[in-house]
Every structure is written in C-alpha cells, then in structure tokens.
C-alpha cells in the first residue's frame, strides 16, 4: 500500500539545536518532494521544493535532502529558535497532479 | 501579490445539505487545489483546475465537484453532506509552466462543521 511517514507526530529541541525532521515514502514515484509549515489555524505555508534529480537544497537556515533510492526526504533547521515551532509537512508531488501529504511533526524549539 | 483568499471561514451545515466553498488565487497563478484537512492529519487532495479544466483528482467521491472560473478564482461544491465531511477544506494556488514548478500558494481556509 502506499504510505507517507513522518517521523514522530511531535519533536523537543532546545533553542540553537539542529532539528531534522524524515520523510519517508513507499510506493509512490514523486517528481518533486516539498515541506511546508503550518501553524495552528492556519493554512500550509511553502518552504522548498527539491526535485527527483536534485540530491539537496538550501534556503536560510533550512536544508533539504531527497533519496529516491530511500524514498526519504530530510528537512534540517539549523541554529533553531523558538519562532521555529510549528509542524512541519511533506508533500510528495506527483506528475499526473496530484499531491500528498504526510501527517506532520509538530516541532517544539525550547528557549 | 494579494495571496489565496477564501470565504467564508467558519460553516455550519446539516447533514444532507449542500454547500459552496469559495476561493481566490493569488495573482498570476493558474492553477489551484483544493484539500480536505481533518484535525492532526495532513491535508487531502481532492482535485486541482488548471486554465478551467479539471486535471487532478484525489479518492473523492462525485458529490465533490468544482469550478475554476476565468480569472482564476474557484468553487468547491459539496451535496448530500455526511458528519464526516467536517474539517477544515484548503484552497491552494501556483503558476504552473512546460519547464517550472512550484510550491503552493495556500489560503487559511475554511472550517466546516457538519451537524
């Protein structure tokens, strides 16, 4: 069956810590990988997008890797702050227009 | 750029009525989705429009359908409502290209209570 895993629903850091955060996929053949972020009562909001043939991406303080021999994605947010905290989502997207989501970890950044 | 707008933000429905959800993209995107979003879980697709035609659909049943109108902005329908059709539904956006892609553009969405 096809399934979108990300680690944990929750994640404590403490401020200024790296925090990674998996994504894990099965039976699914995504052209592109993103991750969102989305606060509560809000909707997601589009942090980077990295494609099948693109090992890695940086943007900031956040850095995203993508395995398709794995079928994993990791997210990194280095040097972490408090305003970090939120769940974070990725989103497989496929080439026929469709696009799943996992269910999310919601990160903790402790000052 | 304006961003996604939806209204209304918070429904309220009886079972078996029919309600109209309604989205607008943000400036220069031709494409949007729409996402169903129950409480702790990821969003759901339910289909996406690009350029009025839809080309994407999640596992939805018929009495989900939609619109995309010429200047972009939306509809979701939803008729014969079931309690399990209450969670929060999403309107996304993005400018789709023969040699780009991009992430979505995402409303706040509205909150629908199925009573």
């Known amino acids: 069956s096809q399934k979108i895993e990300q680690n944990s629903e929750a994640l404590n850091i403490q401020e200024g810590k790296t925090a990674t955060l998996t994504c894990n996929y099965t039976?699914?053949?995504?052209?592109?990988l993103q991750w969102y972020r989305q606060d509560p009562g809000r909707g997601p909001v589009f942090l980077l997008l990295?494609?099948?043939?693109?090992k890695e991406k940086r943007k900031e303080r956040l850095k995203v890797t993508f395995d398709t021999t794995l079928k994993q994605s990791l997210f990194h947010i280095t040097a972490s702050q408090p305003a970090d905290s939120a769940t974070y989502l990725c989103?497989?997207?496929?080439?026929?227009?469709?696009?799943?989501f996992g269910a999310g970890t919601r990160l903790t950044v402790k000052p | 750029e304006t961003g996604v707008t939806q209204s209304p933000t918070h429904l309220i429905k009886t079972r078996g009525q029919q309600v109209t959800l309604r989205c607008s993209s943000q400036?220069?995107?031709?494409?949007v989705s729409w996402y169903q979003q129950a409480l702790g879980q990821g969003p759901q697709f339910i289909f996406q429009?690009?350029?009025?035609?839809?080309?994407g659909r999640g596992n939805f049943p018929p009495r989900f359908s939609g619109l995309q109108f010429p200047n972009y902005s939306s509809e979701l329908n939803v008729n014969a409502l079931e309690l399990d059709d209450s969670a929060l539904y999403l309107c996304?956006?993005?400018?789709?290209?023969?040699?780009?892609?991009?992430?979505?553009?995402f409303g706040s969405g509205t909150r629908l209570t199925v009573v």
């Open positions: 990295i494609r099948e043939n693109e």
């Open positions: 996304a956006s993005r400018r789709e290209g023969a040699y780009s892609v991009y992430g979505y553009t």
């Open positions: 039976n699914y053949s995504p052209a592109y």
């Open positions: 989103a497989l997207d496929m080439s026929n227009n469709d696009m799943r």
């Open positions: 429009y690009y350029r009025e035609e839809e080309n």
């Open positions: 400036s220069g995107h031709n494409t």
